[in-house]
């Protein structure tokens, strides 16, 4: 397990899914932990369960992103590893013809998904070149397998997920170039066992059944896995990983789709 002792992270969406199991995680890989989201009761109960502090924040508000920097900053002293995870689905591909409501919904999730992770890269570099020791750190984006092989019925989670990774790359050799000792990568997961899988599970029975099949190992992530993926990155056992991506998927994006 990577040793994260003395460290102090950040982690959005922390209430349930990949962001509770990283926050989990985390925590018992030795790091404090600021665990944030807009549900503050569930948010907060999860983060009491593991020892790690609570933040309410809609990571789409820039100014709260200056906030809970400053409450981990403040409470522990530095930042060194931040979680960009919190993210939501649109539910509106490009031909649906309400208009108002396809635009409405690419609006929110490119203000939550990227433009969102974007604001947490920017307050964390901040951040992390204030460190006693100089500038460094971790960030982590919570990417998807769709934003490699896209959805066709949802536009807006698609593009927004294509839109983390390419801004993990630009965030990654910036800071790389400044002479930073910030690392920036994605971890792209597959099809997770999370809130918004029984969402839409509730909707559309089979559902989950039919999304496993998409991986050889015919079965969905359990975010657990994930989380390990996440600390791996986290930690200080891969310095000269920046810009990468990591897939943990089962094996989807590696199988020819007639097979």
């Not at 807006?156 to 800071?175: D, F, I, M, P």
């Not at 079965?219 to 990983?241: H, N, Q, V």
């Amino acid at each position: 397990m990577p040793d994260l002792a003395g460290k102090v992270a950040l982690v959005t969406g922390c209430a349930s899914g990949i962001g509770k199991a990283a926050m989990e995680r985390l925590r018992a890989d030795g790091a404090e932990v600021v665990g944030t989201d807009v549900d503050a009761a569930k948010g907060e109960a999860e983060a009491d369960n593991c020892g790690a502090m609570f933040a309410a924040q809609d990571v789409s508000d820039r100014d709260r992103w200056a906030e809970v920097v400053a409450l981990a900053t403040e409470r522990f002293g530095r930042l060194d590893i931040l979680v960009n995870n919190a993210g939501i689905v649109s539910g509106a591909s490009i031909g649906d013809e309400d208009d108002e409501a396809v635009f409405a919904a690419w609006d929110r999730v490119i203000a939550i998904n990227l433009s969102g992770t974007m604001a947490g890269c920017r307050a964390a570099i901040k951040a992390m070149t204030a460190n006693p020791d100089g500038p460094s750190g971790s960030i982590v984006n919570i990417a998807s397998t769709t934003a490699i092989s896209p959805l066709p019925t949802d536009v807006g989670y698609s593009a927004s997920k294509g839109g983390v990774r390419v801004l993990s790359k630009s965030v990654a050799t910036w800071c790389a170039q400044q002479g930073y000792a910030i690392r920036c990568n994605t971890v792209i997961p597959g099809a997770t066992e999370t809130g918004i899988l029984d969402a839409t599970e509730a909707a559309m029975p089979g559902f989950k059944a039919q999304v496993a099949k998409t991986s050889p190992m015919n079965r969905l992530a359990d975010p657990s896995e994930t989380a390990a993926a996440i600390a791996f990155l986290a930690s200080d056992e891969c310095p000269f990983m920046t810009g990468a991506e990591l897939l943990v998927d089962g094996g989807a994006l590696s199988i020819h789709p007639g097979f």
